[in-house]
């Protein structure tokens, strides 16, 4: 035991302080990219009490702090250096109020993905956010990136959910904005500065949520196109003809041929466009009709099952969309860059090129309806040069970006892969602003320190 995780055992006690093997507190999806971090404790408070404690110890004796949720990132945002404290939310799980009649719950951040919808949905609810990975993915790691996922098309992101936060802001204060209310305009909207911060702020420990009554029907509806410019073409309409679907995704040529197996196969396509329409069960069929006659109209062949077998087998495809990218060469550079809808054909065109000028395969998916696309470089992690030529990539990815328009990051925040890009881009002043809120919150600079810069 090292002598920070020693105090921190006297501050909340030993069994808060996890002993043993802690490779799995050192990293998260970016492992893939080799990146791996160390630490000199793991500590899981079991409240926001304790977690307040481990914050004041910390800033008291000036030792960095790391937050950690599920640990399902894509930009190192939870991996730790030497020396720091990794704070885990795992134990923090409790629904402290559950108000299925009024749409709103208080929930501590280390509550899962999974069981919130599932939560909700056993009262006729419904929480739309759909970050992957939602058995592992909680809520406190969620807003702290913002996250998103397929249904944030129509439904926004994790940020348009969440009317409260509780969350310990240095030296080790406990702070509460927003809360159950759903108008608040008193002051700044600080709720929306801890959103997608990234635990560079102050560690999340609770936040209260809204929900929306469940719709009565969803149904799929997959587009499997001849050419790019059929499909982008298709997506446009759907957009401009108020085709008001829930789920507006689309894959790419290369990453149709590394899909895990499924209800494609057989099909000889070179883009794909992924619709839910939901609503009352008449709306839902209409919006389905209509998504069809326009993947029709652009010819492309329409897959709508209407029964439950054929639905799950539409999800487990998309939904296995990484990890089969991952097992081509057993390794991915992803970045889910974003830009103007209009500019989504050629973000995608120049991810191809991209590619082929770093020499590395290259592939796309992501959700079209909010321009935001996983661009993706396939690799050996075996080989230092591949990792090299993408890393090379995806600052060429992040200059696409930018050019069109866009931005860094959709969903998945900076983290460590993204760290510096910012001063790449942004002028002295917006840099000015952003990190003064930065100091005001964390004078010290010990709170996840690295990242959101």
């Not at 004796?61 to 937050?67: N, T």
């Not at 794909?272 to 993947?295: F, K, N, P, Q, W």
């Amino acid at each position: 035991m090292t002598a920070i995780a020693a105090a921190l055992a006297e501050v909340v006690g030993d069994d808060c302080v996890v002993r043993g093997p802690i490779d799995a507190y050192l990293k998260d999806e970016t492992e893939t990219r080799l990146l791996v971090g160390a630490c000199a404790a793991v500590v899981e408070p079991r409240s926001t009490e304790e977690v307040a404690a481990v914050v004041r110890w910390a800033y008291e004796h000036e030792v960095p702090v790391v937050p950690r949720g599920g640990g399902t990132g894509y930009a190192g945002g939870a991996v730790p250096f030497a020396g720091s404290i990794v704070l885990s939310l795992a134990k923090l799980t409790a629904f402290r109020h559950f108000d299925p009649e009024l749409w709103r719950a208080e929930v501590e951040a280390g509550v899962t993905t999974h069981r919130l919808q599932q939560r909700a949905r056993e009262s006729g609810l419904l929480y739309p956010p759909d970050p992957g990975a939602g058995e592992q993915s909680q809520l406190g790691g969620n807003i702290a990136t913002n996250a998103g996922g397929p249904h944030a098309f129509k439904y926004g992101t994790t940020g348009a959910w969440i009317t409260g936060i509780e969350a310990v802001v240095p030296p080790g204060e406990v702070v509460t904005v927003g809360g159950s209310i759903r108008k608040d305009v008193a002051g700044y909207d600080l709720n929306h500065v801890l959103i997608g911060s990234e635990g560079t702020l102050g560690v999340i420990t609770a936040a209260w949520v809204r929900f929306i009554p469940a719709p009565e029907a969803r149904h799929p509806v997959v587009g499997l196109f001849p050419s790019t410019d059929a499909g982008v073409d298709a997506i446009e309409v759907m957009v401009g003809s108020g085709v008001a679907v829930a789920v507006l995704d689309y894959l790419d040529q290369g990453a149709l041929a590394a899909a895990p197996p499924g209800f494609a196969d057989g099909f000889d396509a070179a883009f794909a466009v992924l619709c839910e329409a939901d609503g009352t069960a008449a709306e839902a069929l209409s919006m389905r009709a209509d998504a069809i006659a326009v993947v029709e109209e652009y010819g492309g062949l329409a897959v709508a099952p209407l029964d439950a077998t054929g639905v799950a087998e539409i999800w487990r495809w998309r939904e296995g969309m990484t990890g089969a990218v991952t097992t081509v060469r057993g390794g991915k550079v992803s970045e889910d860059i974003v830009v103007p809808l209009d500019r989504l054909r050629e973000a995608i065109e120049r991810t191809q090129a991209i590619g082929d000028a770093v020499g590395l395969p290259a592939c796309s998916w992501g959700h079209a309806g909010d321009g935001n696309l996983h661009s993706t470089f396939l690799v050996d992690t075996s080989d230092p040069d591949q990792l090299r030529r993408a890393e090379e990539g995806a600052v060429a990815l992040f200059d696409l970006a930018v050019e069109l328009g866009g931005s860094l990051s959709g969903e998945h925040g900076l983290g460590l892969v993204k760290s510096g890009q910012l001063e790449r881009f942004w002028t002295p002043r917006k840099l000015e602003l952003h990190r003064g809120i930065k100091t005001l919150f964390d004078p010290k600079g010990l709170m996840n320190p690295g990242k959101k810069q």
